[in-house]
């Protein structure tokens, strides 16, 4: 089974730095895309929940 793709949307580059550092902490080995998005393009997000 191929591995799935982690898809990390985060405006804070200290929360992703920390995101990924802990997924390698714990050997989680998938492949990450970062996404930058900014306090403007968050309403998008917020209106997907």
Do not use: C, Q, Y
Not at 19 to 36: P, W
């Amino acid at each position: 089974m191929a591995k799935k793709i982690i898809l990390l949307v985060e405006e804070n580059p200290n929360d992703e730095l920390l995101t990924t550092r802990t997924l390698k902490k714990n050997n989680i080995m998938n492949k990450v895309v970062i996404a930058k998005v900014s306090r403007d393009d968050s309403w998008f997000i917020e209106g997907m929940k």
